[in-house]
Structures are given as structure tokens and as C-alpha cells.
């Protein structure tokens, strides 16, 4: 029987977590893209101004609707909540990643920044849009979010999952 190897096993966790994240991720963005079909196609709309963005349909009812600003700031950090603990979660993993795959990419920095800054921008333009009632900038800053969740998730199942085949067990 081989020794017990605490790295190797460590990085074995890192992937199994990361193809989680990802699963999760790529979850929620086929969820979004049925109901985001489903809406517009049967032309029922949860916000004030997609109706009269997207034309004739109706505003879907809900028990509270406080369109209000104080409304929709309250909904901007509830969907922020759904979003960013994912994101987080995947920039503190490609942390701890770097000292298993660095040897396989030289550019964790480039990469951390780039997904950082993209998704950091995506959330600002959702919530510009969301606050002044701009319909496309809403759903930009949110395909901004979502691309960018996907891209990193993507990432850093590959650069785990490489490290993790790639991995030389101690004798």
C-alpha cells in the first residue's frame, strides 16, 4: 500500500471543488437563459421598464412591488448576494490553486486581475442600469456577470484539473 500523500490529496479536493463551483455555475446560467426565454416569449415582464422596452406585454404581479429607489436597492444587493459569493469563492480557490498548477501558467496575476476587474465592472453597470431603470444596461452589467462566472469557473477547472493530472506523487 503507497504512503498517504497529504498534497496530493489536497489538490484532489481543489478539483473536486472546482468542477462543483462549476457545475453550479452552469446551472444557474441555463436556469437564467429558459427564464429569460420564457419571459419574453410569453411577453411577462418582472420590471416597469422591460414593458415598455420590450414592447407589448404585461408586468408580472408580485405581492410586493416597490419600484421604488429604496425598492431597488434592496433587490440590487439581494441579487448581488446570488452572484458574488460564487465569484469570491472562485478567486479565493484560484489563490489556493496557484501553488499546485503555477509551475503550468504563468499568468495567475493577468488572470485574477482580468476576472476582478471584468466582473467588478459588470456589477456596476447592473446596478447603474437597475437604479436609473435602463433596461440594457441592466441585462449588460448581468451578461458581463454571468460571462465572466462562467469564463473563471472554466479556467479554473482546466488549470486544477491539469495541475491534478500533471501531479507527480511522493515516493
Excluded at 73 to 93: G, S, T
Aim: one cysteine or more; hydrophobic letters at 50%.
Amino acid at each position: 500500500m503507497a504512503p498517504y500523500d497529504a498534497g496530493t490529496d489536497m489538490v484532489r479536493a481543489m478539483c473536486a471543488a472546482a468542477w462543483i463551483m462549476f457545475f453550479l455555475i452552469f446551472k444557474n446560467i441555463v436556469l437564467l437563459s429558459i427564464l429569460a426565454f420564457q419571459r419574453r416569449k410569453n411577453a411577462i415582464y418582472k420590471i416597469p421598464e422591460d414593458v415598455n422596452t420590450f414592447g407589448a406585454g404585461q408586468q408580472q404581479q408580485q405581492v410586493v412591488d416597490d419600484w421604488s429607489l429604496a425598492g431597488r436597492i434592496q433587490r440590487v444587493l439581494a441579487n448581488d448576494a446570488e452572484y458574488m459569493p460564487y465569484f469570491l469563492a472562485l478567486l479565493v480557490f484560484t489563490f489556493c490553486a496557484m501553488e499546485f498548477t503555477s509551475q503550468y501558467s504563468q499568468h495567475f496575476l493577468a488572470r485574477v486581475l482580468v476576472y476582478g476587474i471584468s466582473f467588478t465592472v459588470g456589477r456596476y453597470i447592473h446596478t447603474i442600469g437597475y437604479l436609473i431603470g435602463n433596461t440594457y444596461g441592466r441585462i449588460l452589467g448581468f451578461l458581463i456577470t454571468v460571462i465572466v462566472l462562467f469564463v473563471t469557473s472554466l479556467d479554473h477547472v482546466y488549470y486544477i484539473t491539469k495541475g491534478l493530472h500533471n501531479l507527480k506523487p511522493n515516493p
